[in-house]
Every structure is written in structure tokens, then in C-alpha cells.
């Protein structure tokens, strides 16, 4: 069976500051791993995607996110805060294509504020 | 523009009654998803369907039901069943067989009971 933890349900940071979101995972097959933001009463959305290839893989609005397979982790960064990042962040973990098991499992998800 | 739809966005409910929440995407996606989203609880599967007229019972299936009966579209149910309904409803699909299952995400409906 697959599971997410993230790190901090809840994390604060200063409008220019480093951004660092925890996600680690367990699946016993290589994973696809994903990132979404949601902002308030709105759907999912996704930030980026690892599947294969490179580790460190890079989405939208700045923000990247690296594979490291020893430590079974995906963490989000983004170098300098900005205003508009204030939203809801979801690590999710999927089961590699081959498997029957097409569907997505979420950790509960870091609410991210950006102070002034 | 291609997307995924649903509707309503606030979606009333009195003890009792069944309620069905509307979820249409024409992305020709094969897959669609519906998950429940409660606060501090992330998002939990309730359906998913790989195919016309075939769907699978996910994580909290109960007190709910779907159909699938064209590809576009995939409405859930929420029956007297459910006991707890009050939660945001998000509707998701994806291709498959390629390789790349991202599932793409409608903008949600609220339920609330009265």
C-alpha cells in the first residue's frame, strides 16, 4: 500500500523568504509523484510532476521539487516567497503504470501563509 | 476551452433527501474521479471509473453512488446513506495507457446540510 506524510499542516513564511514544504512517501514500486495547489473553495492544481528521469523536476510559478529515492521524499521549494503563493499545498503518490492501480493517494495537505 | 465542470457549486441538503452533483469534462479523458474533501483530511476517494459503464468502489464508497454512461460525464450521488455529507466534492480525470496519469481537477462543489 501506498501513503504521504507532510511534514507541518501548517507552515508560515516572510514574502521574499525560502519556501519548504515536506513530503515523504512509501510505496512499495517506483512512484509517480505530484504536487497541487488549491487556494480557497477552488480545485486542484497541478504544480509538477515526477515520473521518470531527471530528479529534480520544475512546475509553475517557480516552484521545484526533487526525487530522492534513499530518503523516499519529494519536498517543495521555492527560493523567494511571494504574496500570491498563500494557498493549500497536496503531495500525492501514485503506483507505477504497469500495475492495475491507477489511483492517486494524497497526504493531507500544508497550508502555506506569506506574511508581509 | 477544454476542462472539467461541476455543478452546482453550493449544493443544499435536507435529512433524508438524495442529492446528485454534476461532473462533466471534454478533455475525451478515459478516467474520471470523485473524492471528498474535509478540512485537515486531505482527499479521499469515493469513485473512479476507467470506463463507460464500469466504475470502482474507492477508499469511502459508502452512502454514495455513481454512473457512468457517457465518457464526458460521471455524477455522484450522495444518498440519505450518508450520514455525514457536509464536505467539498472534487471531480478529477485523466487518460490512461499512456504513461502519464495526471488527473486534472474541476472546481468543486459544497455540500451542506440544512
Known amino acids: 500500500a501506498q501513503s504521504v506524510t507532510q511534514l507541518g499542516s501548517h507552515v508560515s513564511v516572510s514574502e521574499g523568504a525560502l519556501v519548504l514544504l515536506r513530503c515523504n512517501y512509501s510505496?512499495?514500486?517506483?512512484?509517480?509523484l505530484f504536487w497541487y495547489v488549491q487556494y480557497p473553495n477552488q480545485g486542484l492544481q497541478l504544480l509538477l510532476k515526477?515520473?521518470?528521469?531527471?530528479?529534480l523536476v520544475k512546475g509553475i510559478n517557480g516552484f521545484e521539487a526533487e526525487f530522492k529515492k534513499s530518503e523516499t521524499s519529494f519536498h517543495l521549494t521555492k527560493p523567494s516567497a511571494h504574496m500570491s503563493d498563500a494557498a493549500e499545498y497536496f503531495c500525492?503518490?501514485?503506483?507505477?503504470?504497469?500495475?492495475?492501480?491507477?489511483?492517486?493517494?494524497f497526504g493531507k495537505g500544508t497550508l502555506l501563509t506569506v506574511n508581509p | 476551452d477544454g476542462g472539467i465542470t461541476q455543478s452546482p457549486k453550493y449544493l443544499f441538503r435536507k435529512e433524508g433527501q438524495n442529492v446528485t452533483l454534476s461532473c462533466e469534462q471534454n478533455?475525451?479523458?478515459?478516467?474520471m474521479y470523485w473524492y471528498r474533501q474535509d478540512p485537515g483530511q486531505g482527499l479521499r476517494l469515493i469513485y473512479y471509473?476507467?470506463?463507460?459503464?464500469?466504475?470502482q468502489k474507492g477508499d469511502i464508497a459508502e452512502g454514495y453512488s455513481v454512473s457512468r454512461e457517457k465518457k464526458e460525464s460521471f455524477p455522484l450521488t450522495v444518498t440519505s446513506a450518508q450520514k455525514n455529507p457536509t464536505a467539498f466534492y472534487l471531480c478529477?480525470?485523466?487518460?490512461?495507457?499512456?504513461?502519464?496519469?495526471?488527473?486534472?481537477f474541476g472546481p468543486g462543489t459544497r455540500l451542506l446540510v440544512l
Open positions: 471509473s476507467q470506463i463507460v459503464n464500469d466504475f
Open positions: 510505496s512499495s514500486v517506483p512512484p509517480y
Open positions: 515526477y515520473t521518470t528521469g531527471a530528479t
Open positions: 478529477a480525470s485523466s487518460i490512461l495507457g499512456q504513461g502519464e496519469e495526471t488527473q486534472y
Open positions: 500525492a503518490v501514485s503506483l507505477h503504470p504497469g500495475g492495475s492501480n491507477y489511483k492517486l493517494t
Open positions: 478533455l475525451n479523458h478515459d478516467a
